[in-house]
């Protein structure tokens, strides 16, 4: 059978057994995107990002590297994937049309989609969406009119997801769980000679075991001078008496990811890391405190930069206090929609939820990285993760 007959075959008996969430939650996710298109003066929304289009119909699938669509109108939504994918679309997604294009046969995909957007005059993509391909849009907006092309769905779409549901913050507090248990069985194996991918492995077995979905993001394990350069990973290095061990880990539940950062003294640690350990602690505390709803994401960062120039004049950070965190797929758990950081003027509001990244390194020497995901709530931010800031001292 082809891809249209496997479609059809499956989903006679199997549509919408893999939904993430009930039926309602997808429907109020939709409508609010709709209201939000109304009111921007908007006729269709054309997502490419595998997390956008997870948002608001549910389809999900570990190939991501392939092209994905949702087109939504005010009466319609279109989920446009590879041959290959249409079985994880009948399972997974609520969509109204499943209309699937030959894996290798890329000119397919062009002619459906336009179809759709053909009556539309206002449509808004995203620019920055990693998923859209410049030999799609743009043949597509020649076919159309590029007037008709608005890069706005970024904006419409953040201000959709940065804020959690009921349901999404129940799948954080299953990740945080899972991430927790990933993390025990990570340091109760750290002694002299393991390697630090034997380290990895040893949490993403728990994780696994827990009931974590494959990882946006992998495991990451570092040790030593190499702890101290951001976003190296674990490479077969055996870990020595002295060092200091990094590890960064995020379970995923249904497809949501809570992280959590912890750092391992294999022995008494250097005043200077228990200095730094000291000083991540001390930004937690000021960014919690200062994230309530209606502060600016800037104001909160401002006052988390202060205390870091004041102590922090030899070592390394992003200057990224906060990122979103929410439903994400490979290569990232980072949601993109919201940053605490210089320049980010978005309100703070109930219910948001943002991993805070308090690594800091002293670049060839050593990196200390101790973090909590936290929900903001009224009277400001809260963990949902359990670190309790504490440096773990092993031998």
């Given at each position: 059978m082809?891809?249209?007959?496997?479609y059809?075959?499956l989903?006679?008996?199997?549509?919408g057994?893999e939904l993430?969430?009930?039926k309602?939650e997808f429907?109020?996710?939709?409508?609010?995107?709709?209201?939000e298109?109304?009111?921007?003066?908007l006729d269709?929304?054309?997502?490419t990002?595998p997390?956008?289009?997870?948002?608001?119909?549910?389809y999900h699938?570990f190939?991501?590297?392939?092209h994905?669509a949702l087109v939504?109108?005010?009466?319609h939504?279109?989920l446009q994937?590879?041959?290959i994918?249409t079985?994880?679309?009948v399972?997974?997604?609520?969509?109204?049309?499943v209309?699937?294009?030959?894996?290798?046969q890329?000119?397919e995909?062009?002619?459906?989609?336009?179809?759709?957007l053909?009556?539309?005059?206002?449509i808004a993509f995203d620019g920055s969406?990693p998923g859209?391909?410049?030999?799609?849009?743009?043949?597509?907006?020649l076919?159309?009119?590029s007037?008709h092309?608005?890069?706005?769905?970024f904006?419409?779409?953040?201000g959709l997801r940065l804020?959690k549901s009921?349901?999404?913050l129940?799948?954080?507090?299953q990740?945080a769980?899972?991430?927790?248990l990933?993390l025990?069985?990570?340091?109760?194996a750290i002694?002299?000679?393991?390697?630090d991918?034997?380290?990895?492995a040893?949490?993403?077995?728990?994780?696994?075991a827990a009931?974590?979905?494959?990882?946006s993001?992998?495991?990451?394990?570092t040790?030593?001078?190499r702890?101290?350069?951001i976003?190296?990973n674990?490479?077969?290095?055996?870990?020595r008496k002295g060092e200091s061990?990094?590890l960064e880990?995020?379970a995923v539940?249904q497809?949501?990811?809570?992280?959590?950062m912890r750092?391992?003294?294999?022995?008494?640690?250097?005043r200077e890391?228990?200095?730094?350990a000291?000083?991540?602690n001390q930004?937690?505390?000021?960014?919690?405190?200062?994230?309530?709803?209606g502060?600016?994401?800037?104001?909160?960062?401002?006052q988390?930069?202060q205390?870091?120039d004041?102590?922090g004049a030899?070592?390394?950070?992003?200057g990224?206090?906060?990122?979103?965190v929410?439903?994400?797929?490979?290569p990232s758990?980072?949601?993109?929609t919201?940053f605490?950081?210089?320049?980010q003027?978005?309100?703070?509001a109930e219910?948001?939820?943002f991993?805070?990244?308090?690594?800091l390194?002293?670049?060839?020497?050593w990196g200390v990285?101790?973090s909590?995901?936290v929900?903001?709530?009224?009277?400001g931010?809260i963990?949902?993760?359990?670190h309790d800031?504490r440096?773990?001292v092993?031998g």
């Amino acid at each position: 059978m082809d891809h249209k007959d496997y479609y059809r075959t499956l989903a006679a008996a199997h549509r919408g057994s893999e939904l993430p969430f009930p039926k309602e939650e997808f429907d109020a996710r939709l409508r609010q995107a709709r209201k939000e298109m109304q009111q921007q003066g908007l006729d269709a929304l054309l997502l490419t990002s595998p997390a956008d289009i997870f948002y608001l119909c549910g389809y999900h699938t570990f190939e991501v590297s392939v092209h994905a669509a949702l087109v939504v109108t005010d009466n319609h939504t279109l989920l446009q994937v590879a041959s290959i994918e249409t079985g994880p679309a009948v399972v997974t997604a609520q969509v109204d049309e499943v209309v699937g294009y030959r894996w290798e046969q890329l000119d397919e995909v062009l002619t459906p989609l336009s179809d759709s957007l053909s009556n539309c005059r206002a449509i808004a993509f995203d620019g920055s969406s990693p998923g859209l391909r410049y030999g799609i849009i743009h043949p597509l907006q020649l076919r159309l009119g590029s007037e008709h092309f608005h890069d706005s769905a970024f904006d419409l779409m953040a201000g959709l997801r940065l804020v959690k549901s009921a349901r999404e913050l129940d799948c954080l507090a299953q990740s945080a769980r899972i991430s927790a248990l990933g993390l025990e069985a990570a340091i109760d194996a750290i002694e002299p000679g393991i390697t630090d991918s034997e380290i990895a492995a040893e949490g993403a077995k728990a994780m696994h075991a827990a009931g974590s979905e494959f990882f946006s993001l992998a495991p990451i394990v570092t040790a030593g001078p190499r702890s101290g350069i951001i976003h190296v990973n674990h490479k077969r290095n055996p870990v020595r008496k002295g060092e200091s061990v990094f590890l960064e880990f995020g379970a995923v539940w249904q497809r949501y990811t809570a992280p959590i950062m912890r750092t391992v003294s294999l022995g008494p640690p250097e005043r200077e890391i228990q200095s730094a350990a000291e000083l991540c602690n001390q930004l937690e505390r000021i960014l919690c405190e200062a994230m309530k709803p209606g502060v600016r994401f800037e104001e909160a960062a401002a006052q988390a930069q202060q205390a870091f120039d004041s102590r922090g004049a030899d070592l390394f950070h992003s200057g990224v206090f906060g990122y979103s965190v929410g439903a994400q797929f490979p290569p990232s758990w980072v949601e993109g929609t919201g940053f605490i950081a210089k320049g980010q003027t978005r309100e703070l509001a109930e219910n948001m939820v943002f991993h805070l990244p308090l690594c800091l390194r002293l670049p060839g020497r050593w990196g200390v990285g101790l973090s909590n995901t936290v929900k903001v709530t009224r009277s400001g931010a809260i963990p949902i993760t359990d670190h309790d800031g504490r440096l773990v001292v092993r031998g």
